[in-house]
């Protein structure tokens, strides 16, 4: 018990003497500082944290209504995606172009859609086809250097 006593006292002294240093900082004395410090700063910093935790508190409730709501348009909303590949005309014609850039002896051929929004006459669009295609071809290779 000895022990704690010490270690307890040692802490208080050391909090009075930066009561006493404060006082001494701002030309008031110790008794003036330590009235202006427990019954001002400290409820003032007590009910400021207050107010923070209830804020934080009404903010969490709002962002979970929020996020309910969100989440429940999100399942009740429709998606499409596009037809399935097997459900799709390929007999309608799609314009290609082909895009070559060359560099350290290969070649890459990019093939897009001509117009990405171009729409087909069976009511789909160009780019549900897959016509996104990238060939990189070895020039060494196809000359036989």
């Not at 929004?117 to 789909?124: D, K, M």
Request: one cysteine or more.
């Amino acid at each position: 018990m000895d022990v704690f006593r010490a270690w307890y006292m040692g802490l208080y002294w050391k909090f009075d003497n930066l009561f006493l240093e404060g006082a001494k900082l701002l030309g008031i004395t110790y008794h003036e500082f330590v009235l202006i410090t427990l019954v001002i700063i400290w409820p003032a910093i007590t009910l400021g944290l207050l107010m923070a935790v209830v804020k934080l508190w009404r903010d969490r409730r709002r962002l979970q209504q929020a996020s309910l709501a969100m989440v429940l348009s999100i399942l009740a909303s429709p998606s499409w995606a596009g037809p399935s590949p097997e459900d799709m005309d390929y007999s309608v014609q799609r314009p290609l172009v082909i895009s070559t850039v060359t560099s350290n002896h290969y070649c890459f051929d990019l093939i897009t859609p001509n117009e990405s929004n171009f729409n087909v006459p069976n009511g789909a669009v160009a780019s549900w086809y897959g016509d996104e295609l990238l060939v990189v071809r070895d020039l060494k290779y196809q000359s036989g250097i």
